[in-house]
């Protein structure tokens, strides 16, 4: 049995400013074999964005304290120094965004962004880079490859700069990919093609994914795990399969439901009541005990811990126990 | 269920009661205000150089205008009446520089005022016309941009004689292309967005729409720049008065004591430090205040 | 729910010509932005936003349009409002050209059309308290401000918001969700019978989108509103249109109702859009896209059926000639294709 690449074990972020101290993330544990593509899916507040950016120490030193453990490939990312932090970061682990023209610099040419990366990473020439990144144009299937190397972000449509994005990403060979929403912004027909070809990706190149998204349309066309996130825990996990046909928690059987798609027009979307928390004002208990349709007293008292009901499924609910698992 | 409301109505603990006190945009820069302790401090001294120069009368040991030929230029503390000393005509220092600041903050505010009156609502008008009348107000105020503006108020205050309301004409007119550029910008930006669009969309009559919506959200940056521009008018009103365009002698104005006084400097230095003194906290106040105000309004909640 | 003073009559005094003529019929509508390039601001190019839009809408329906960035849509919406000059095209209300001598004014319709807009951080004045924001149109027109504001917290209930503890707030102060239906409600206040809303639950989390769509039909049934429903999520349109409109490249390639669309598209592109849709199942994944490409630019749209660059049963006929929608009942499923017209010459064309 191989090493886990990921290991998270009860991170907790808080963002500290003068007016207010906010837990967005409260004791994340997770962990991720090498190979696998998991999602985070959540709504907006569920603390999934800032979890992601933790594995990378992304997050501001001076407003973000962080608690826990984060090991990748087996190092502890919050106790490497600059040095390594800066070497990890493109080789082991990179980041994909959501708007791609933020993460290339405007005034370079798309192709010497790519090339100045692995020659820096890879100590190779800067000619070798552009090779390398003729490569990966080739590899994401950008048309006319060569001519694009030198094109300027801007000059690029939206779905071609986000396949530069990724070849950007994937220069260094890293074992795991991080993507923060990366296709809320585009259009329906880009975004099946940005899918497909990433999924193609990742099985060629047997990657490890961790990608954020609160579309549940994504996470089941790309994912083989996923981790259902509400104000700032892991509510659910299980592989997708499972978790879309027979969700175990309340939020997650809502999150289907309201997620539009065939139902019928006369009837009402089903929908879960109210609006997500505030982070400064949790209550004591289930932090969806407000919201869900089966609460009890005992859900207010404490959080529901951490039950395995079948293997590889994780949830926090007190139900849990109580429903089985319908054999397919 | 056939009806949204019961959906649509939060549960009560959720996210009502966990909103804060309410707080307007103008509470909220107030609010941050507080902790800012820089910002306070010039606030305090600036509130107390405007209120001594309001209460003057009342300050005032002595007339500023009485002149003594015995008592020139003596130190401060001279007769324990004469706080600050006396100038070269024998006057009270202490009260020349109470009255003067009257006359030297007026000529710092009210063409700042006027300035910003009329730059602006062309700016706000360009801004918001956009087009054709967006370039002819632009171009036709630029005109007053191309002469530097020192140099446009010393022609302008010798050929129409000094004094001190002709002093203040020619700053508000170097002040009117800047202010309007800035409106004109505030007002651009604003124009775009998607709530003047619906206020549009309502039908309104354009006067409502510019007043309600517009310029709500475009006075905080001309404000701001109007306030940085106060102690660039005092400076200038001062050289104006200093170079004899501007008050006329015997008033006490800050810059014209500076010029009185130059000549005193071997005989006693301090006398002569103390109207530049005063311009230079004048000044350096009013922009301390003006950039704490900004930082304030910069972050949104 | 409580009727108030926003019950529309049986008999509403607006209305001329009966539930028989369409509310809104657009006819060629026409928008091509100017690109000025050079010194001398000379026209460089014209993006052809909207280029010959043809529809209508009857009362008490629900139009979807759905296309992707760059089809027009939103540019559309912000015509109907008059909120952009169009370069063409004419529009009637009700039987009633818009903005025509003999017709209502722009001004006119807007006391009957309202729009509601994406919510972002700039769709409510932030200066502005909501209840406030709700009033303005009717304060303008000469409700006296007590009675402006009194009917905007009515509206707030409405809406499904406490007025006492939300009429004061700030839009910073509130959520993604309660910001929207702030929005609705200020579209309401002038007691529209149409309603246009660009892209209004686009930027919701799923669950809040939900419930105001919800509270949008329950809205609309109540008040007899009409709507024509803008978006990108062809599942949301579905949901809530009676007949759904697919706009490419600035121009209507297939009309028709909302079921006979979804369930048997007849336009290549309507296809493509709808196979692009990420099934809800991990064991139907696509293992190819639907079309390739990006959606092209509206600056140099290509000639002929603009999608014949990315379709994969264009001919010869299709680059030469542009197909047309043609005319019909309004309840007809049309496209805009070559293969659809008999006449077209395609070697596919159908034969009616």
């Known amino acids: ?27 994340v544990s997770f962990t991720m074999m090498p190979g696998e593509v998991m999602c985070m899916l959540g709504e907006s507040g569920s603390g999934k964005s800032v979890t992601m950016r933790a594995l990378m120490r992304l997050l501001p030193p001076k407003r973000s304290v962080i608690t826990g453990k984060i090991c990748i490939a087996g190092q502890d990312v919050q106790a490497m120094d600059h040095e390594a932090l800066r070497r990890m970061r493109g080789s082991v682990v990179s980041m994909i965004f959501q708007e791609p023209m933020t993460a290339f610099d405007p005034v370079v040419r798309v192709g010497d962004q790519i090339a100045e990366v692995v ?28 001519r694009r190397l030198d094109a300027y972000p801007h000059e690029l449509s939206g779905g071609l700069r986000q396949r530069a994005m990724i070849a950007l990403a994937l220069s260094c060979e890293p074992k795991l990919l991080l993507a923060d929403e990366p296709t809320t912004a585009l259009d329906a027909t880009v975004q099946i093609q940005v899918l497909i070809l990433r999924r193609r990706l990742q099985q060629e190149m047997g990657m490890s994914v961790i990608f954020v998204t609160h579309d549940l349309g994504v996470a089941a066309e790309i994912a083989d795990r996923v981790a259902v996130m509400y104000a700032g825990r892991v509510v659910e996990t299980g592989p997708v399969r499972d978790l879309l046909r027979n969700p175990l928690h309340p939020y997650t059987a809502g999150l289907l439901a309201s997620t539009v798609h065939d139902q019928p027009r006369d009837q009402d979307l089903k929908t879960i009541p109210g609006a997500p928390p505030d982070m400064r004002r949790l209550p004591p208990g289930c932090s969806f005990a407000p919201r869900c349709g089966f609460t009890t007293a005992a859900c207010n008292a404490a959080m529901p811990p951490a039950l395995t009901p079948a293997p590889g499924r994780l949830v926090r609910c007190l139900r849990a126990p109580a429903q089985q698992p319908e054999l397919a | 269920m056939s009806t949204a409301t019961s959906d649509a109505l939060p549960p009560p603990d959720a996210t009502e009661l966990s909103l804060p006190a309410q707080r307007g945009y103008w509470g909220n820069v107030g609010y941050r205000l507080r902790y800012d302790p820089v910002t306070l401090c010039f606030g305090a001294l600036l509130l107390l150089i405007i209120l001594s120069a309001i209460c003057a009368p009342w300050l005032a040991p002595f007339d500023p205008y009485q002149e003594s030929i015995i008592r020139r230029l003596k130190p401060p503390g001279y007769q324990d009446r004469y706080w600050l000393g006396t100038d070269e ?11 003067g600041g009257r006359i030297t903050l007026t000529m710092g505010i009210v063409p700042v005022l006027v300035a910003t009156l009329i730059g602006g609502s062309l700016g706000v008008v360009a801004g918001f016309a956009g087009g054709l009348v967006n370039m002819i107000i632009m171009r036709v105020t630029d005109v007053f941009y191309a002469f530097p503006s020192v140099l446009l108020a010393v022609a302008i205050s010798g050929a129409m004689g000094g004094g001190g309301g002709k002093g203040m004409m020619a700053p508000t007119r170097g002040f009117i292309r800047p202010l309007c550029r800035v409106a004109e910008t505030a007002t651009t930006q604003v124009r775009n967005l998607d709530f003047v669009d619906a206020a549009r969309a309502t039908g309104a009559p354009l006067r409502l729409v510019l007043w309600h919506h517009v310029l709500g959200n475009v006075l905080g940056p001309v404000l701001i720049y109007a306030s940085s521009l106060v102690s660039v008018s005092i400076i200038l009103a001062s050289g104006l008065s200093f170079l004899g365009l501007g008050v006329k002698p015997p008033e006490p104005d800050w810059g014209l004591m500076l010029n009185a006084l130059r000549q005193a400097i071997y005989v006693n230095p301090l006398i002569c430090a103390m109207p530049g003194i005063m311009i230079l906290l ?13 930082a304030a309004m910069d972050v949104r909640s | 729910m409580v009727m108030t003073s926003f019950g529309v009559e049986e008999n509403d005094a607006r209305d001329r010509g009966g539930p028989a003529q369409p509310l809104l019929i657009v006819n060629g509508l026409k928008k091509h932005f100017a690109i000025r390039g050079g010194v001398l601001g000379r026209v460089s190019a014209r993006v052809r936003a909207v280029d010959g839009v043809s529809f209508s809408v009857r009362k008490g329906e629900t139009l979807g349009i759905v296309g992707e960035s760059g089809c027009g849509k939103s540019t559309v919406a912000r015509l109907l409002m008059r909120l952009i000059v169009p370069d063409g095209g ?18 006119e319709m807007r006391r009957q059309v309202q729009m509601v807009f994406q919510d972002s951080a700039s769709s409510l004045n932030p200066r502005m308290p909501v209840q406030n924001s709700i009033a303005f149109g009717p304060i303008a027109f000469g409700t006296p401000k007590e009675e402006a504001i009194g009917m905007a917290r009515e509206l707030l209930v409405k809406v ?6 939300f009429g004061g707030r700030y839009p910073h102060e509130l959520s993604g969700g309660q910001k929207q239906r702030i929005n609705i409600a200020r579209a309401l206040a002038l007691k529209p019978r149409m309603i246009i809303l660009d892209e209004a639950v686009s930027a919701l989390d799923k669950s809040v989108e939900a419930q105001v769509l919800n509270l949008l039909q329950a809205l609309k049934r109540d008040l007899k509103l009409t709507y024509i429903f803008i978006s990108h999520d062809l599942g949301v349109v579905r949901w809530i249109s009676d007949r759904v409109l697919v706009m490419y490249l600035g121009e209507v390639v297939e009309i028709g109702p909302a079921d006979a669309i979804y369930n048997a598209p007849k336009h290549p592109y309507t296809r493509a859009l709808l196979a692009s849709r990420p099934a809800l199942d991990p064991d139907n994944r696509r293992e190819e896209a639907p079309v390739s490409g990006d959606p092209p630019n509206p600056i140099n749209p290509p000639s002929g059926c603009r999608f014949h660059t990315r379709c994969a049963h264009a001919e010869a006929v299709c680059s030469a000639q542009a197909p047309r929608l043609g005319h019909a009942d309004h309840g007809a499923h049309l496209a805009a294709c070559h293969v659809e017209d008999a006449a077209s010459g395609h070697s596919q064309a159908v034969r009616h």
């Open chain 1, 1 to 27: 049995m191989s090493r886990p690449l990921v290991e998270v074990e009860d991170l907790s972020v808080n963002f500290v400013t003068r007016e207010s101290d906010v837990r967005a993330v409260n004791g």
């Open chain 1, 119 to 146: 020659s820096l990473h890879r100590g190779v020439s800067h000619k070798a880079g552009r090779q390398r990144a003729l490569d990966l144009f080739d590899l994401v299937r950008i048309p006319s490859a060569q």
């Open chain 2, 89 to 99: 005509l024998g006057r009270d220092m202490l009260s020349r520089l109470l009255f």
């Open chain 2, 282 to 294: 004048t000044s350096i106040s009013m922009n301390m205040v003006s950039d704490g105000l900004r």
């Open chain 3, 90 to 107: 004419e529009q009637i209300f009700d039987g009633e050209a818009v903005g025509e001598p003999r017709g209502i004014t722009v001004a």
């Open chain 3, 160 to 165: 499904g918001l406490n007025p006492a503890l």
